[in-house]
């Protein structure tokens, strides 16, 4: 069964420093990877995606991740983090196999300090 | 080009009745996944529509059930409420697999917020 993990609860970091959300997945066949962000009492806000091509993938808002193929991992990154960036984040992967559906991780809450 | 709307955005029942939300999706868009979020969880799929066709289920009971309409737009009905169906009910849509040339995003809406009590 295709899954993503996202082993940190909650991520702190402040103002300026740089930030990773860690996410691994489990998939048969190509990934296909996604990571959302989530503001209270609103639905998910789409920042990137990993297909196919380059294991660096920019997004909105300053943020990247990084693909990689033999840690099956997808760390959500950004160089110096706002503190507007604190959300809710969550990793997902598509499952192609039996349905378009996204399997989404548990989340993990970024709280950017001043 | 308008996004994803649901509604309405909050509501309260008691346990036993029946509920329907509803969904407009992005505009060319025409395929509608239904997620259940509880509170501290990631979202769950309940199930999605293709051209007015239920195109997979996840795991809920047969009391979740679901309409597409010609305009793509979408209802999510749940019969006899349970406690347990309290959570945010997001819709999103998308393009399909094949015509967006592999997996796209899905687009999200805001959310309705069930309260069952």
């Known amino acids: 069964a295709q899954s993503v993990a996202q082993p940190e609860d909650q991520v702190n970091v402040a103002e300026g420093n740089p930030l990773t959300v860690k996410c691994t997945y489990s998939?048969?066949?190509?990934?296909?990877l996604f990571w959302y962000v989530q503001y209270p009492n609103r639905g998910l806000q789409f920042l990137l995606k990993y297909i196919t091509g380059d294991n660096l993938v920019k997004g909105s808002y300053g943020f990247e991740a990084e693909f990689n193929k033999s840690q099956t991992s997808f760390h959500l990154k950004k160089p110096s983090a706002l503190v507007s960036d604190s959300a809710l984040y969550f990793c997902a992967v598509r499952d192609t196999q039996n349905t378009d559906k996204l399997i989404f991780g548990t989340g993990t809450r970024l709280q950017v300090f001043p | 080009e308008t996004g994803v709307t649901q509604s309405p955005t909050h509501l309260i029942k008691t346990r036993g009745q029946q509920v329907t939300l509803r969904c407009s999706s992005q505009?060319?868009?025409?395929?509608v996944s239904w997620y259940q979020q509880a509170l501290g969880q990631g979202p769950q799929f309940i199930f999605q529509?293709?051209?007015?066709?239920?195109?997979g289920r996840g795991n809920f009971p047969p009391r979740f059930s679901g309409l597409q309409f010609p305009n793509y737009s979408s209802e999510l009905n749940v019969n006899a409420l349970e406690l347990d169906d309290s959570a945010l009910y997001l819709c999103?849509?998308?393009?399909?697999?094949?015509?967006?040339?592999?997996?796209?995003?899905?687009?999200f809406g805001p959310g309705t917020r069930l309260t069952v009590l």
């Open positions: 529509y293709y051209r007015e066709e239920e195109n």
């Open positions: 998939v048969s066949g190509n990934p296909y």
């Open positions: 999103a849509s998308s393009l399909p697999l094949g015509l967006a040339g592999g997996p796209g995003e899905q687009f």
């Open positions: 505009s060319g868009h025409n395929t």
